[in-house]
Each structure stands twice: as C-alpha cells, then as structure tokens.
Nanobody
Framework: QVQLVESGGGLVQAGHSLRLTCATSRRASGFVSMGWFRQAPGKEREFVAGFNWNGGGTRYAASVEGRFTISRDNAKDTVSLEMINVKTEDTAVYYC???????????????????WGMGTQVTVSS
C-alpha cells in the first residue's frame, strides 16, 4: 500500500519561511507526477506546485510563484516544498499527492492524482 506522509507544518509569522516534506513508502521516482495541494476552510482543494519525474520543469500556482519552491530528493524518496515570505492567505492544510498516469504536462487537477497524504496544517499569523 502506497503511503505519503507530510511533515513540517506549524504556526509561522507572515514574512517568515517554512519547509514541508513528503515521505513516500515506495520509490518516489516510480510515480509519474508529484504535487502539493492545499485546502483552506470553506474552500476547494487547490494546486500549489508540482513536477513530472521524467520531465524537466516545475509548475506553480500564480499565488505562490516566486515564493514557493518544490524539490525532490531521489536518494531519500522525498518531495519538499520550501515556502518563503509566507502570507496569511497561505494558511491551509497542505497535502502531498502522487500520480501514476502518464501525462505530458504537469497536472493541476486533484482528480489526476491517485495517492494522497493526510495533510499538514500551516497557519500563518499576521
């Protein structure tokens, strides 16, 4: 059974930084795509950042472009999300997700991802 486990969430002040990590129970490079999503209270789950393992490049939501960076560690089978200059509107539960269906582009729809972690809460105070 595939498991994704997020860590690194917590309470942070606006303007500060936070790093989230997603650990996978199987070789992460066996997935086609990996992504980070978030869901704030009363809102739909939204794409934050992602990449395809066998392709170059990354993709970000416009709201986090330039502030968040997604990266991978092939040796540790982890995917991270570096968040700098966080804003109060970044407050949400953050989820790691993995997709196994081949796509030429980095998917942004939650429906494209088969595996999900339980999420980690990020709260940004003003």
């Amino acid at each position: 059974q595939v498991q994704l486990v997020e860590s690194g969430g917590g309470l942070v002040q606006a303007g500060h930084s936070l790093r989230l990590t997603c650990a996978t129970s199987r070789r992460a490079s066996g997935f086609v795509s990996m992504g980070w999503f978030r869901q704030a209270p009363g809102k739909e789950r939204e794409f934050v950042a992602g990449f395809n393992w066998n392709g170059g490049g990354t993709r970000y939501a416009a709201s986090v472009e330039g502030r968040f960076t997604i990266s991978r560690d092939n040796a540790k089978d982890t995917v991270s999300l570096e968040m700098i200059n966080v804003k109060t509107e970044d407050t949400a539960v953050y989820y790691c997700a993995a997709a196994t269906n081949f796509r030429t582009s980095i998917p942004t729809s939650p429906d494209a991802y088969m595996y999900w972690g339980m999420g980690t809460q990020v709260t940004v105070s003003s």
